[in-house]
């Protein structure tokens, strides 16, 4: 929640409309509530399978987890392995189709970058909306029936991790001064994450814009759910930002961007992704919890300062 673009006190406030939103509501309809969400205000980090008291002393963490995953860390307990958990990055079953309810946080994101948060608001309801109906159809809980069938522990940390690779990055790249988009560049390859990514030859790029161009204001979006729409992206030009920094961009949005003359970083996904997730693994790491890293995570001890 330190995290949280929307400051301890706003993500409170959240909370607090929760709880709001659950008192008015019917009897027939309290039944069917996530209670969980009066003190999480995290919809896709949840404890998709498993029991919250067992002790783990071992994890097995990677950006995404599917039935393959979850059948991977059976076939290595049958080893000896005795791994206590499976953490995924990128969320299933309830944590994946509840996806568009975290998507509040990119109304902060983008007011702090300043659009308006009246203009933020309106884009992204819209936008809650399609998202909703992309992942309703899915098959959202095959990863957890196979946890279930084997016993696997799985926990999704989605926006958590995100949060925490947020703030990192966004603190790393407003220590320094940049003339050139080029210098900003270097300086974000420098990152542990990027290194590693650029000897599989996907190190962050310039999607658009030239190495020699001014930089202007700098956004970093790395969390917020899912990427926000080309109508919110349009936005980033009227607020005066010059170079926006993302862990993917997609085409519509990417299009848009290049005719407003707006830079554009794409640092990759799994790599981006791996920054938070790193963070928080340390911290277990620092507690005795050993970590096997799988599944597209590019597992690096954080060298640089922490946020």
């Known amino acids: 929640m330190k995290a949280d673009p929307r400051g301890v006190e706003g993500v409170k406030k959240f909370l607090a409309r929760a709880k709001k939103d659950h008192s008015e509501l019917p009897a027939k309809k309290k039944k069917y509530f996530d209670m969980e969400s009066l003190s999480n205000p995290y919809s896709d980090s949840r404890i998709l399978y498993g029991d919250s008291k067992r002790q783990v002393k071992k994890v097995m963490a990677g950006i995404d987890a599917d039935a393959t995953e979850v059948l991977l860390v059976d076939r290595l307990n049958q080893k000896g392995e005795d791994i206590d958990l499976l953490i995924s990055h990128h969320p299933s079953g309830h944590a994946l189709v509840s996806l568009h309810e975290v998507m509040d946080i990119q109304v902060d994101l983008f007011a702090k970058a300043g659009v308006p948060e009246n203009v933020a608001h309106a884009l992204l309801e819209n936008r809650k909306q399609v998202v909703k109906r992309k992942f309703s159809p899915l098959n959202h809980g095959q990863?957890?029936?196979?946890?279930?069938?084997?016993?696997?522990?799985?926990?999704?940390?989605?926006?958590?991790?995100?949060?925490?690779?947020?703030?990192?990055?966004?603190?790393?790249?407003?220590?320094?001064?940049?003339?050139?988009?080029?210098?900003?560049?270097?300086?974000?390859?420098?990152?542990?994450?990027?290194?590693?990514?650029?000897?599989?030859?996907?190190?962050?790029?310039?999607?658009?814009?030239?190495?020699?161009?001014?930089?202007?204001?700098?956004?970093?979006?790395?969390?917020?759910?899912?990427?926000?729409?080309?109508?919110?992206?349009?936005?980033?030009?009227?607020?005066?930002?010059?170079?926006?920094?993302?862990?993917?961009?997609?085409?519509?949005?990417?299009?848009?961007?290049?005719?407003?003359?707006?830079?554009?970083?794409?640092?990759?996904?799994?790599?981006?992704?791996?920054?938070?997730?790193?963070?928080?693994?340390?911290?277990?790491?620092?507690?005795?919890?050993?970590?096997?890293?799988?599944?597209?995570?590019?597992?690096?001890?954080?060298?640089?300062?922490?946020?």
Not at 197 to 205: E, Q, S, T
Not at 214 to 229: E, N, Q
Not at 240 to 254: A, D, Q, R
Request: hydrophobic share 40%.
């Open 143 to 307: 990863a957890v029936d196979s946890a279930r069938l084997l016993g696997v522990s799985l926990l999704a940390l989605h926006t958590v991790w995100d949060n925490l690779g947020h703030k990192f990055l966004e603190e790393y790249v407003s220590s320094k001064r940049f003339d050139t988009v080029g210098e900003l560049l270097d300086y974000i390859n420098e990152l542990s994450e990027f290194v590693e990514a650029a000897k599989g030859k996907n190190a962050p790029f310039l999607a658009n814009g030239s190495e020699k161009g001014r930089v202007g204001k700098i956004m970093v979006d790395f969390t917020g759910g899912t990427s926000p729409s080309k109508e919110l992206l349009i936005e980033l030009s009227k607020a005066g930002v010059g170079t926006y920094i993302t862990m993917h961009i997609p085409e519509e949005g990417l299009e848009e961007l290049k005719k407003l003359h707006i830079n554009v970083i794409d640092c990759g996904h799994m790599a981006a992704d791996s920054i938070g997730a790193n963070i928080f693994l340390d911290e277990l790491e620092k507690r005795g919890i050993q970590v096997i890293p799988c599944s597209g995570l590019i597992r690096v001890k954080r060298k640089e300062k922490l946020i």
